[in-house]
């Protein structure tokens, strides 16, 4: 049997994401506004938002 995540779990991991998400999508924006053409500029997000849910998760993993 699997293990289920506790509600309080779920909503913590929802809310690394959106958080993560938020991060990439105004790293995109500034980056975006500052001159960088269209498609650099989501992929800076992308490795903004990558770099957030890294960080997450390694302090998970560190707390256990």
């Not at 049997?1 to 779990?9: D, E, K, R, V, Y």
């Not at 909503?11 to 500052?34: C, D, K, M, N, Q």
């Amino acid at each position: 049997m699997g293990h289920l995540m506790a509600a309080t779990q779920l909503l913590s991991l929802l809310l690394a994401l959106s958080a993560a998400l938020h991060v990439g999508s105004a790293a995109a924006f500034t980056a975006w506004r500052a001159g960088t053409p269209p498609a650099l500029a989501l992929l800076l997000g992308g490795g903004a938002t990558g770099s957030a849910c890294a960080l997450y998760i390694a302090a998970v993993s560190a707390y256990r």
